[in-house]
Nanobody, 120 residues
């Protein structure tokens, strides 16, 4: 059982920065990967960045060099640092955790989403 809560969204100007947080609770030690996704109006939900338990990271080409995913294990929190924001980054951002259930099934859980608006 894992629960996620995102925060940090808001309005930011193009070129600005924002940091999103995803706090996990429950059986956090079962989590093997956490990702940030986003969904813009009229668009499919897409993976933005992901980090595995071992620390490997993966980024969408559209955000490479601008976004950084990181974690603070002591706080059970994964962050998405977003720099050089563009209007096309405007979307609802969701975090997702993949974790192992007791049966060794792999499950995923989503946070509620946080809106990021990049506009002048």
């Amino acid at each position: 059982q894992v629960q996620l809560v995102e925060s940090g969204g808001g309005l930011v100007q193009p070129g600005g920065s924002l940091r999103l947080s995803c706090v996990a609770s429950g059986n956090i030690f079962s989590i093997y990967a956490t990702g940030w996704y986003r969904q813009a109006p009229g668009k499919q939900r897409e993976l933005v960045a992901a980090i595995t338990r071992g620390g490997s990271t993966n980024y969408a080409d559209s955000v490479k060099g601008r976004f950084t995913i990181s974690r603070d294990n002591a706080k059970n929190t994964v962050y998405l640092q977003m720099n050089s924001l563009k209007p096309e980054d405007t979307a609802v951002y969701y975090c997702k955790a993949n974790y192992y259930a007791d049966s060794s099934r792999s499950l995923g859980v989503w946070g509620q989403g946080t809106l990021v608006t990049v506009s002048s």
